[in-house]
């Protein structure tokens, strides 16, 4: 026993000092590959590049007599420390050609051994953090400069990170890109994310994609923000489409017959108690009579008790009603539109509706006033409703996108009234909120809202957890490894398990213009590009709009100014 350990320290021994006399013959190449594989790590570089270049340099040195000026150097500071000889320190710049490009090209090699050393699981989970590294940086550098593919059939969203959705990939110039059926937009989309993450943009790339596609596309914005509705204005010009801009030209709110705009007007509040929502209605119904009104300030205009009387002509019934009705209640009524008309003016009594164009932008309210934006939101969304229901043609598909859906989720019977019916005519919808929250009021409205989209968008999020658990799970065989100390003992053991398809950790840390798309329980991940504001067009030309988008370098995303 005592001779196996004296045999086994003596090859330890052995061992220690071949790596002793290997690191310091490599020393010098050691000193240029050690920063440089830590920084192709850090960093994300491209590994062959370097190791090529550094492979034809150090050939090119070799063959000028780079080797033999390298192990004379050597040789030279042997025989200095064995013998004393004399030696000009200044021999070992001899050392620096070779070692230099020695160790540009054992760069890349040294980052590829350290990350597959073995396979331990921290190990394993370095690497893979590496990996995911490495590809998002390269995404990043890739995005601006490559040239986007337009198939007949899919939109074009970004580049693929990683993930699989099947069906949901192409490939380009061998680079995979994420382009998702164009169909499929028609089962209704859910996309997530803080301010700033990339989730407007990912939108606007949809609008454009769905719209080159020969969709018709309406941006409905809660925020009523100039910049997203010149983005998409310039978004529909580059892809053969004009679009209609509400601020310039707005909405008519008021088609569809008495009982549609009676509905959408009701849709605008919220009742505490049965009985007001029938004094409402009662009212509402003599207002607007079998002649709509052309705006909200006709409207209030004929909530006057002997106006009512008058415009209810033969319908005594209803006559009699109207004059029971306290004034109370009747002041109440005609004081919740006074302020919606305050709030909103003339942004509805415009002359286009969607019907008209094939494509629009429609604010929600006026930006400077926003105090009734929910109100009004709840409005478009019954008028929304309707259109696709009763007033759209059946041969056309569309794309309705509600940009900062918690301005409009206050009123969840039409937001889930909105998102629910109008697939089965030809409408798709596309729900854009920061968090879990902004989809309604209450848990059963965000997961009736939620359980009815099929595609999935999650930009970043600090509290993920909801979001994550739509994705769902996934069966994997989990593996655990026993240690001795610190060293492993390689025994370990596997179950069976369930894992996140997304996972909240990872949403968190997802970067600006990155998002996870999931559908049918898979996901991937993808790269868009950022959002530049920067001063916007001239609102004044339309030219200007359509200049500034079409001179953008790539597609997939939009970016503003230089």
Known sequence: MQREQEQDLVLVVFEGLLVAVFITVC?????????????????????????????????????????????????????HF??????????????????????????????????????????????????KRRVRTQAQRRVGRI??????????????????????????????????????????????????????????????????LGWDVYWIDGKADHETCDAFLAAAKAAGVEATDGFA??????????????????????????????????????????????????????????????????????????????????????????????????????GWS???VPAAYVPVGRPENRNQATEVGAFLLEDLLHWAMARKSRDRRALVIVDEFSKLSDRPGAAVDLVERVRSHGVGVVLIGQTWASLGPDETTRNRLAGTVGMLIVHQLKQPDEAAALAGTGWVMERTEQTLALGHTELGSQRA??????????????????????????????????LRITPLFDRRTEDSRVAAFTALPYRGFVRFGS
């Not at 370097?50 to 000026?69: D, K, P, Q």
């Not at 705009?261 to 004094?279: D, H, K, M, S, W």
């Not at 009512?308 to 319908?315: E, F, P, Q, T």
């Open 249 to 350: 030209e707005p909405i008519d709110g008021w088609r569809g017959g008495p009982e549609a705009v009676v509905n959408r007007l009701l849709a605008t509040q919220v009742f505490t108690e049965p009985y007001y929502e029938g004094i409402a209605r009662t009212v509402l119904r003599a207002a607007v009579g079998n002649q709509v009104p052309g705006g909200l300030r006709e409207l209030v205009s004929r909530l006057d008790r002997r106006v009512l009387v008058r415009a209810v002509g033969d319908d005594r019934d209803l006559a009699d009603v109207l004059r029971q009705i306290p004034d109370r209640e009747l002041f109440g009524v005609r004081s919740r539109y006074e302020g919606i008309t305050w709030a909103v003016g003339s942004a509805l009594d415009g």
């Open 27 to 79: 020393l010098p190449a050691l000193v240029v590959a050690v920063p440089l594989a830590i920084a192709i790590d850090h960093y994300g570089w491209r590994r062959w590049p370097t190791f090529i270049a550094g492979g034809g340099v150090n050939a090119l040195v070799v063959l000028l007599g780079g080797w033999e000026a390298y192990t004379a150097t050597w040789a030279g500071v042997w025989n």
């Open 354 to 356: 969607y019907e008209d």
């Open 497 to 530: 398990g369930n894992r996140y398809i997304v996972h909240p950790d990872e949403v968190r840390g997802l970067g600006r213009g990155e998002a996870f798309l999931v559908h049918n329980g898979q996901a991937l991940r993808t790269r868009y590009g950022s």
């Open 82 to 131: 064995r013998s004393d000889a004399p030696m000009d320190w200044r021999d070992l710049l001899g050392l620096v050609p070779v070692g230099f490009t020695a160790g540009v090209v054992g760069g890349p090699v040294l980052q590829v051994v350290l990350h597959h050393r073995n396979e331990h699981e921290a190990t394993r989970h370095f690497r893979e953090v590496s990996v």
């Open 147 to 212: 040239r986007w593919p337009q198939p007949a059939d899919r939109t074009v969203l970004g580049l693929r990170l990683d993930g699989q959705i099947r069906g949901w990939t192409t490939t380009y110039r061998l680079r995979t890109f994420v382009a998702p059926p164009l169909e499929g937009w028609g089962r209704q989309a859910l996309i997530l994310g803080e301010t700033g993450s990339g989730k407007t943009v990912t939108a606007l790339t949809i609008a454009a994609e769905t719209l080159r």
